[in-house]
């Protein structure tokens, strides 16, 4: 079992940054990655870390996903935009590799932390 608690998420204005953290309770190497919902939207994959790192387009350029030795996850978001507003997500342990961006490829996920751009 692994717990995941995310945190760092907030209101910003449009062009502005902020830093997500996923604490988790369980040591050891394993996949981890950030989704984001968005009010009326499927949930989508947006960075993952593996043996490499991995970015969805959407967000690609804008954002840096990293892990320390403790397994916490960041995601530093800059220079974001009012269609980045959503619900993000801390997911751990891949369980499809090919499609981790997809809301089923993962097996341990946590609660979400709110991310709100102005504009």
């Known amino acids: 079992q692994v717990q995941l608690l995310e945190s760092g998420g907030g209101s910003v204005q449009a062009g502005g940054s902020l830093r997500l953290s996923c604490a988790t309770s369980?040591?050891?190497?394993?996949?981890m990655a950030w989704f984001r919902q968005a009010p009326g939207k499927e949930r989508e994959g947006v960075a993952a870390v593996f043996s490499d790192v991995r970015y969805a387009d959407s967000m690609k350029g804008r954002i840096t996903i990293s892990k320390d030795n403790r397994n916490t996850l960041y995601l530093q978001m800059n220079n974001l935009k009012p269609e980045d507003t959503a619900l993000y997500y801390c997911a751990a342990w891949c369980l499809n590799e090919p499609s981790w961006y997809e809301n089923n490829a993962w097996r341990y996920w946590g609660q979400g932390t709110q991310v709100t751009v102005s504009s």
């Open positions: 369980r040591t050891g190497t394993y996949s």
